[in-house]
């Protein structure tokens, strides 16, 4: 029986070629909502370099190690391609080609297979074949740029905005959209997805702002990026953050209210006095800790919030309520989003250990080498009975899934 567990994607089966970043992300995303995903990872550790019990973005799936660089690897990955719905790979462009397991290979194999590919510059295009991390591609998308104060060097947003929001989220929508085209009677095709045009296309509204001279181009100086002091970061007595998010008037009325400065700081619609009303908030936040803002401004909408740690995060009352981290296997990590009325997402697995699951993959797949590499480990298959003697579904078809 396919593994589905719990989500709207219960059925589809997913194959994801081992890599780092946000190849796993995407493939973590998709057996969160309940997806067989099927990592075939590489002989010789985790890709990660880090203990792969640790390793969140491998939850819910399972794992096999395949030696992509020999025929019968290349052979076993097709044999899991023409039984799945989607395969992603995260390699240099040309390299999954070279490898015998390109889109030409496996949609020839299966033609309904939707080929995902997660590249940071793209599979065409002057540096497509070149080197590259996060920080390389948000930076020719003008998004890094806008981070930061304007008399520092741009801030580096961890890795979240390139690999995983530009990258990781733009492959699962094309996924799933070039999923729809193949279930309602269409063929596979590939999705070629590049955290550049991710990247970019995250920043639409900015530019459509910045086009109607409502944005100026550089840092520090909008609305949304620091530079208007009713939204951003001070720092409280005791080396905390809070964040201010007082954009609206009736908000700003609220939150100078709650700080204590009603009527001794300049109206918000001077920009000149934008300096003065900085200093002044800035000032203010320094009488107090962390802690004491947080309690003048809960549960009121002066939309101030403490800046939270990443081990802080999980105590907050707000999240601990909604259950948005949760502790699965001793890991306390972030709970599958978004969420569904009917068919909820679930942590069903811990992160898979490279290779461990291998018979369980050749016997639910029903892979044919696989099923001869592991043929002394498996268990014996019951006979059926008279009441389930039908035929076997044809791989590749929506009764195999």
């Given at each position: 029986m396919?593994?589905?567990g719990n989500g709207p994607l219960g059925g589809v089966r997913v194959v994801e070629l081992a890599g780092i970043g946000p190849c796993?992300?995407?493939?973590?995303?998709l057996a969160d909502l309940g997806a067989d995903v099927v990592r075939v990872d590489r002989p010789g550790g985790a890709a990660l370099g880090i203990d792969p019990a640790y390793d969140l973005t491998n939850r819910n799936k399972r794992s096999v190690v395949i030696d992509l660089k020999t025929p019968q690897g290349a052979e076993r990955v097709l044999e899991l391609a023409e039984r799945a719905d989607i395969l992603i790979e995260g390699y240099r462009p040309g390299v999954a080609e070279r490898l015998g397991v390109g889109p030409d290979s496996c949609l020839a194999r299966n033609e309904r297979l939707v080929y995902g590919r997660m590249t940071g510059w793209g599979q065409q295009g002057p540096l497509a074949d070149t080197a590259g991390h996060?920080?390389?591609?948000?930076?020719?998308?003008?998004?890094?740029?806008?981070?930061?104060?304007?008399d520092a060097p741009p801030t580096v947003p961890a890795n979240l905005l390139g690999d995983y929001a530009g990258g990781s989220l733009y492959l699962v929508i094309g996924l799933l959209a070039a999923l729809r085209h193949a279930a309602a009677g269409g063929s596979g095709q590939v999705v070629d997805a590049a955290i550049v045009d991710g990247t970019a296309h995250l920043s639409s509204m900015i530019h459509g702002m910045l086009a109607a001279g409502g944005w100026q181009d550089r840092r520090g100086a909008n609305l949304l990026d620091g530079g208007a002091p009713f939204y951003g970061t001070y720092e409280t007595a005791?080396?905390?953050?809070?964040?201010?998010?007082?954009?609206?008037p009736q908000f700003y009325?609220?939150?100078?209210?709650?700080l204590g400065i009603e009527g001794q700081v300049p109206q918000r619609d001077d920009l000149a006095s934008w300096g003065a009303l900085r200093d002044a908030i800035a000032a203010r936040f320094q009488e107090?800790?962390?802690a004491e803002w947080t309690a003048?401004?809960?549960?009121?909408?002066?939309?101030?919030?403490?800046?939270?740690?990443?081990?802080?995060?999980?105590?907050?009352?707000?999240?601990?309520?909604?259950?948005?981290?949760?502790?699965?296997?001793?890991?306390?990590?972030?709970?599958?989003?978004?969420?569904?009325?009917?068919?909820p997402g679930a942590v069903r697995r811990p992160p898979a250990q490279p290779g461990a699951d291998t018979a369980e993959i050749a016997r639910d797949w029903a892979v044919p080498g696989l099923l001869d590499d592991v043929q002394d480990v498996l268990p014996p298959t019951p006979?059926?009975?008279?009441?389930?003697?039908?035929?076997?579904?044809?791989?590749?078809t929506p009764e195999a899934h």
């Open positions: 396919t593994e589905s796993p992300f995407a493939a973590m995303t996060d920080i390389s591609y948000i930076a020719i998308t003008g998004a890094l740029g806008m981070i930061g104060a304007p005791d080396g905390g953050h809070m964040a201010v998010g007082a954009l609206e009325a609220e939150f100078i209210r709650l107090r800790t962390r003048v401004f809960e549960g009121t909408d002066a939309c101030v919030a403490p800046v939270l740690s990443l081990r802080e995060a999980p105590d907050h009352p707000h999240l601990a309520a909604r259950g948005t981290f949760l502790d699965h296997g001793g890991l306390t990590q972030p709970a599958p989003a978004p969420r569904f009325s009917r068919t006979e059926p009975t008279a009441t389930d003697r039908s035929p076997a579904p044809r791989p590749g």
